[in-house]
């Protein structure tokens, strides 16, 4: 009889089976990265103690799900795993579930109750649950039925300068109405909350602005896998793909968007990609936008850049950047710059964009 286990990928022994079965099963990256997030994970054994089916949560995404057809039926195994798996999350109080996976296994998904959201050559991510990406979409804002020009700006604003809103502004003059979407992810120096609260503040003039987080759909940490892709390099290529084909099928066509504005980047090789991937999937429906960077001093080639206020907040030099922020971000970092000093001295990171 066949019996499904937690496991424990920090006994040596267990891990090197848990390897070699995925490995088998076509699933070859155990980097640190891959393996850092991972909460829980479980496997199901046959009557001979092999290993013949794995799953793993990390978060509210499931990972690493391989069955063998060896003995046994594959579907039987899969149901059997994957209902394991949303149990585990139920009794912590998560009843939203995202899967990333291979093209060819969206019906054995689909067939347990999954919803694909993107699809690429690459692979596919599927949710399941509630609040969903309908829910998110209805609890956004309302565009005026006036509104024949919509756009969208997605922002991480970590924090929100100057160069934020110039772009915000950009994308105001030039349409009727714009949904600005904060990045969700408490994995930035500034919170979700402060930085959506910030992005509010700085554009509260701007009457035809509407600021709301993103939710889990867009440039979060439900990254596409890299134990899918043979070569590690083509995953930023892959991933920025799939996340601005979520956005065209889930965001943009729904909520009748029809342009997203993007600063260029001439700091950052990541978002450059992510900017070419956007420019390859979301025309002819959604035009992008490239809005050329900011500058502090005016005409000088010293952008704005979020990066550079975090430095100065690490530092203390504050007032080095004073130009560079509104009001509203000048005045909280100020007010809270001790504390932001110690979140960076605890490890928060202060790199990236």
Known sequence: METIQEIYLTNPTTK?????????QGLADFSD????????TFAI???REQMVGTGSIAGQTLKYLAVSAIGASRGTRFNRLVS???T???QEGIFHLFVFTKVQYEQSFVHVGFATLAK????LILEKGLPN?????AALPKKPDSAKRVAAVVLNANPFTKGHRYLVETAARKNDFVYVFVVEEDQSLFTTEERLRLVQEGTSDLANVKVATGGPYMVSSLSFPAY??????????????LDATLFKEQIAKPLGITSRYVGTEPLSQTTNQYNQALQEVLPPEVQVELVPRMTEPAGSQQVISARTVRKAIQTGRVQDVADMLPAPSASFIEKHLTDLQARIKKGQKIDGN
């Open 133 to 137: 990406v309908a829910s998110f979409r």
């Open 16 to 24: 090197k089976d848990w390897q070699q079965f995925l490995t088998r």
């Open 33 to 40: 990265q891959e393996l850092a997030g991972l909460d829980q």
């Open 228 to 241: 899918f892709l043979k070569d590690d390099s083509q995953r930023v290529s892959y991933q920025t793909r």
């Open 45 to 47: 054994y046959d009557d």
């Open 88 to 90: 585990t999350l139920a």
């Open 120 to 123: 690429t050559n690459a692979g």
């Open 84 to 86: 394991t798996l949303e």
